[in-house]
Nanobody, 124 residues
Framework: QVQLVESGGGLVQTGGSLRLSCAAS????????MAWFRQAPGKEREFVTA????????YYADSVKGRFTISRDNAKNTLYLQMNSLKPEDTAVYYC?????????????????WGQGTQVTVSS
């Protein structure tokens, strides 16, 4: 069982930066592939980025590639999302997710545990 708690969201202007954190409970955090998803008002939840257990493999949605960076600190049981050059279309609730089975995935159904989400709002 893993419990996930996101933080770091807020209001930022276009072009600004934010760093999201996801604190995980449990002693097996390092064995989980992790990901960030987001959900804008009136839209379905979508994949943003994922990272393998050792952070050697990372994957990004085309919409955030080159602007967002996912990382993890297994010693601190924490997942991060550094978001730069933010755009109004990045406005959404951001969720971290953990996948118990090996391998990263962009498919929402493959993730077993979810946080409550943190709101990111980018003003134009």
């Amino acid at each position: 069982q893993v419990q996930l708690v996101e933080s770091g969201g807020g209001l930022v202007q276009t072009g600004g930066s934010l760093r999201l954190s996801c604190a995980a409970s449990g002693r097996t955090f390092s064995s989980y592939a992790m990901a960030w998803f987001r959900q804008a008002p009136g839209k379905e939840r979508e994949f943003v980025t994922a990272i393998g257990w050792s952070d050697s493999s990372t994957y990004y949605a085309d919409s955030v590639k080159g602007r967002f960076t996912i990382s993890r600190d297994n010693a601190k049981n924490t997942l991060y999302l550094q978001m730069n050059s933010l755009k109004p279309e990045d406005t959404a609730v951001y969720y971290c997710a953990a996948k118990a089975r090996p391998g990263t995935s962009y498919y929402i159904g493959h993730y077993d545990y979810w946080g409550q989400g943190t709101q990111v709002t980018v003003s134009s």
